[in-house]
């Protein structure tokens, strides 16, 4: 219970954060979860067109080309600038056109990657009021 309580006094970008960082592989459940609580895709759960484009990509559970599209939906305007492979780790590197430039995440699983980078540009940015 602890654990959840402190999750709840925490921004929801650190909590996936920890969460991506904790996870051996991201799961469907995760991507959802950075959909549905990351300030940067706001935009993206209000249009529909892009929810029936992202459900029909986990219903393939191609969560690779699902991890994409949220780093292109991402607002302000982001893109995957690098994603390489070493010695079995995945590094990922996101630059936007928003306040903070750029992200870098390291992580054994690609998606996972991937989606801490763009978390990673959530936490950075400064919270408006």
């Known amino acids: 219970m602890r654990r959840h309580q402190a999750e709840a006094d925490l921004p929801a970008a650190e909590v996936l954060a920890e969460r991506i960082a904790a996870a051996r592989r991201l799961r469907e459940h995760h991507l959802w979860e950075i959909l549905r609580t990351l300030p940067s895709l706001a935009e993206a759960r209000d249009d529909a067109d ?37 010695e079995g780790t ?38 408006k009021h």
């Open 50 to 86: 892009f929810r029936h484009r992202f459900r029909t990509l986990m219903d393939r559970d191609d969560l690779v080309a699902a991890s994409r599209l949220l780093v292109d939906a991402a607002r302000p305007t982001c893109h995957l600038d690098q994603l390489v492979c070493l």
């Open 90 to 127: 995945w590094i990922a590197r996101i630059c936007s056109d928003g306040s903070v430039p750029r992200a870098v995440a390291v992580h054994v699983d690609r998606v996972a990657a991937v989606m801490a980078a763009l978390v990673a540009l959530d936490r950075a940015a400064p919270v």
